[in-house]
């Protein structure tokens, strides 16, 4: 367990870290506290701390009087200083000075303070590790200035004027004029899906290569934003012709792409702002890359957005027309299922822009739904739906997501053909349990409907369609109650009853057999607001 000393002149910060951090959790414990810096001198001789926290600002010995002291005889100590963007002179001289990271103190978060805890701890073990007595000065100098970057142009923690004097401090690739701010989204979702560690590497291996070759061109830093976003910003002063500009930058961003595809194996798509001056004007940089990438998730085959080129919106257009005339000429479809199809296309048309997840879950609802109006096995269409959901949920753009959901009707359409070679008696038993899937249905009462012994409908069941005669039943039952979880406001207890289910407790049993969630966490995980897509009114 590493050792963490704490210093802070009115001892206020102190009290806050040691409420708002799990110490031993973290794989630390604090062993002492201190006021100034002379008197957190005297307890790191005598505790030699793994870890320091230290106040900028104190009496008798400041911060950097402290760290100075420390540095002249000890590398490998990690120092975390807390800090007000006000005292930006000596949190540059700290930073030279080799501290890890710096803590707004006014703008300090227990998720925050987990996150650079971590870090920590992380380069202790790896140092304890390997015996390496001092980090890499190149990595800890991209980590700190993506930090500084985010903190004012995402979290804005601080002024224009105080981001300036860190950006001219710390030497970045970057001048107060000419800016224009890129948003990087890499299209490889397999990264999000891998185990942390490794999404971490991959992480840190895109800034590393990207950052070298915008060290080559002398120009642009990047930083890690959320999920697989990353924020480029560049600024071309030097150059004062803007279609010079523009061609330098899709040349840059070109190389990137290249590296992306050639090293990551992932193809990536660029939401770019107009250019501007001034480091006030980063903030509707922002919000215009932003709006330039979202247009990404509805073109085909354009892997960077300019900001106010509409040409996205007529792609869409295009798209959900082409989208339409391929369901309506689509034969094998069940009328009622094709109309609802068609009246979510409808609204399809109103949603250019919105959350590329808002489209993927309409999508995902008519999978669902497809169960309901299909003939087929339930086990069958609940594999399918399941399977296709999961691949709509990884598609990068509308287009793709457009052709999953056609290759799933075409699949329901070949298992609704395989039905078809069904027995007379187990066609006529399917058939009456999908139509009295809410009554109390048993073996012996479809039997004699059919025409047949119970024992041999039992084995017919599970000879022709492999699944027990009460799971089959089940099954419908589950279908048909996740379409109404979907498209209605019904309290569970009322959808079981509607479905067959006397006993709620016994519905949300089977519901979570089958699916392998209970009703609730299936609605939360797989509904949009109905009310979002179809208005207050539309009920599908």
Same mark, same amino acid.
């Given at each position: 367990?590493?050792?963490?000393?704490?210093?802070?002149?009115?001892?206020?910060? @102190?009290?806050?870290?040691? *409420?708002?951090?799990?110490?031993?959790?973290?794989?630390?414990?604090?062993?002492?506290?201190?006021?100034?810096?002379?008197? $957190?001198?005297?307890?790191?001789?005598?505790?030699?701390?793994?870890?320091?926290?230290?106040?900028?600002?104190?009496?008798?010995?400041?911060?950097?009087?402290?760290?100075?002291?420390?540095?002249?005889?000890?590398?490998?100590?990690?120092?975390?200083?807390?800090?007000?963007?006000?005292?930006?002179?000596?949190?540059?001289?700290?930073?030279?000075?080799?501290?890890?990271? #710096?803590?707004?103190?006014?703008?300090? %978060?227990?998720?925050?303070?987990?996150?650079?805890?971590?870090?920590?701890?992380?380069?202790?073990?790896?140092? *304890?590790?390997?015996?390496?007595?001092?980090?890499?000065?190149?990595?800890?100098?991209?980590?700190?200035?993506?930090?500084?970057?985010?903190?004012?142009?995402?979290?804005?923690?601080?002024?224009?004027?105080?981001?300036?004097?860190?950006?001219?401090?710390?030497?970045?690739?970057?001048?107060?004029?000419?800016?224009?701010?890129?948003?990087?989204?890499?299209?490889?979702?397999?990264? +999000?899906?891998?185990?942390?560690?490794?999404?971490?590497?991959?992480? &840190?291996?895109?800034?590393?290569?990207?950052?070298?070759?915008?060290?080559?061109?002398?120009?642009?830093?990047?930083?890690?934003?959320?999920?697989?976003?990353?924020?480029?910003?560049?600024?071309?002063?030097?150059?004062?012709?803007?279609?010079?500009?523009?061609?330098?930058?899709?040349?840059?961003?070109?190389?990137?792409?290249?590296?992306?595809?050639?090293?990551?194996?992932?193809?990536?798509?660029?939401?770019?702002?107009?250019?501007?001056?001034?480091?006030?004007?980063?903030?509707?940089?922002?919000?215009?890359?932003?709006?330039?990438?979202?247009?990404?998730? #509805?073109?085909?085959?354009?892997?960077?957005?300019?900001?106010?080129?509409?040409?996205?919106?007529?792609?869409?257009?295009?798209?959900? $027309?082409?989208?339409?005339?391929?369901?309506?000429?689509?034969?094998?479809? *069940?009328?009622?299922?094709?109309?609802?199809?068609? @009246?979510?296309?409808?609204?399809?048309?109103?949603?250019?822009?919105?959350?590329?997840?808002?489209?993927?879950?309409?999508?995902?609802?008519?999978?669902?739904?497809? $169960?309901? *109006?299909?003939?087929?096995?339930?086990?069958?269409?609940?594999?399918?739906?399941?399977?296709?959901?999961?691949?709509?949920?990884?598609?990068?753009?509308?287009?793709?997501?457009?052709?999953?959901?056609?290759?799933?009707?075409?699949?329901?359409?070949?298992?609704?053909? &395989?039905?078809?070679?069904?027995?007379?008696?187990? %066609?006529?038993?399917?058939?009456?349990?999908?139509?009295?899937?809410?009554? &109390?249905?048993?073996?012996?009462?479809?039997?004699?409907?059919?025409?047949? @012994?119970?024992?041999?409908?039992?084995?017919?069941?599970?000879?022709?369609?492999?699944?027990?005669?009460? &799971?089959?039943?089940?099954?419908?039952?589950?279908?048909?109650?996740?379409?109404?979880?979907?498209?209605?406001?019904?309290?569970?207890?009322?959808?079981?009853?509607?479905?067959?289910?006397? +006993?709620?407790? #016994?519905?949300?049993?089977?519901?979570?057999?089958?699916?392998?969630?209970?009703?609730?966490?299936?609605?939360?995980?797989?509904?949009?607001?109905?009310?979002?897509?179809?208005?207050?009114?539309?009920?599908?």
């Amino acid at each position: 367990m590493y050792t963490v000393l704490i210093v802070d002149d009115e001892m206020l910060v @102190s009290i806050g870290l040691r *409420n708002m951090i799990d110490w031993g959790k973290m794989g630390m414990r604090v062993v002492a506290e201190a006021q100034n810096g002379a008197a $957190a001198l005297e307890i790191y001789e005598k505790e030699k701390p793994d870890l320091i926290l230290t106040d900028i600002k104190m009496p008798v010995m400041d911060g950097l009087q402290l760290i100075s002291k420390i540095r002249e005889k000890d590398k490998k100590t990690k120092i975390i200083i807390l800090t007000c963007y006000q005292e930006f002179d000596m949190v540059h001289q700290a930073l030279k000075l080799g501290v890890s990271d #710096y803590i707004l103190k006014l703008k300090m %978060s227990t998720d925050e303070m987990e996150t650079v805890i971590k870090r920590v701890h992380a380069e202790l073990g790896s140092e *304890n590790l390997h015996n390496i007595e001092e980090k890499d000065s190149l990595a800890d100098s991209r980590y700190l200035k993506g930090k500084i970057i985010r903190d004012y142009v995402i979290y804005k923690n601080c002024s224009a004027a105080e981001f300036e004097k860190m950006v001219s401090g710390y030497q970045m690739r970057l001048k107060a004029t000419g800016l224009v701010l890129c948003l990087m989204k890499t299209l490889n979702r397999r990264h +999000d899906d891998a185990d942390q560690g490794h999404a971490k590497s991959v992480g &840190d291996t895109i800034l590393n290569m990207i950052d070298e070759l915008l060290c080559k061109y002398k120009r642009g830093e990047i930083v890690y934003k959320r999920d697989r976003e990353y924020l480029v910003l560049f600024s071309f002063a030097d150059i004062i012709s803007e279609n010079d500009a523009r061609m330098l930058l899709y040349e840059i961003l070109d190389r990137i792409r290249t590296i992306m595809k050639t090293y990551i194996n992932s193809g990536v798509i660029f939401g770019i702002s107009s250019r501007s001056d001034g480091y006030g004007a980063l903030d509707s940089l922002l919000t215009e890359a932003d709006e330039a990438l979202k247009q990404g998730f #509805y073109t085909r085959g354009s892997w960077h957005i300019q900001y106010g080129d509409d040409s996205g919106r007529n792609t869409f257009m295009s798209l959900v $027309a082409g989208f339409r005339e391929e369901i309506d000429r689509m034969q094998d479809i *069940n009328n009622e299922y094709r109309k609802e199809i068609m @009246s979510g296309i409808i609204q399809l048309e109103g949603l250019f822009r919105a959350p590329e997840d808002e489209i993927q879950e309409l999508f995902i609802r008519w999978i669902h739904l497809a $169960a309901v *109006n299909s003939n087929i096995s339930g086990v069958d269409i609940s594999s399918l739906a399941l399977e296709y959901a999961g691949k709509v949920r990884c598609c990068s753009t509308m287009a793709e997501a457009m052709e999953v959901f056609k290759k799933y009707l075409l699949s329901v359409a070949k298992s609704q053909a &395989d039905v078809k070679l069904v027995s007379r008696e187990i %066609s006529e038993a399917v058939g009456y349990i999908r139509n009295n899937y809410h009554l &109390d249905i048993s073996l012996q009462q479809v039997a004699g409907i059919v025409e047949i @012994s119970t024992n041999y409908l039992s084995s017919m069941f599970g000879k022709e369609l492999n699944i027990s005669f009460i &799971d089959y039943v089940n099954q419908v039952r589950i279908d048909k109650a996740k379409e109404l979880l979907l498209s209605t406001h019904l309290k569970t207890y009322e959808i079981a009853r509607q479905v067959g289910f006397s +006993d709620e407790s #016994y519905f949300s049993r089977i519901f979570k057999r089958i699916t392998g969630l209970r009703p609730n966490e299936f609605k939360k995980h797989n509904a949009v607001s109905v009310e979002g897509f179809f208005g207050k009114d539309k009920v599908w």
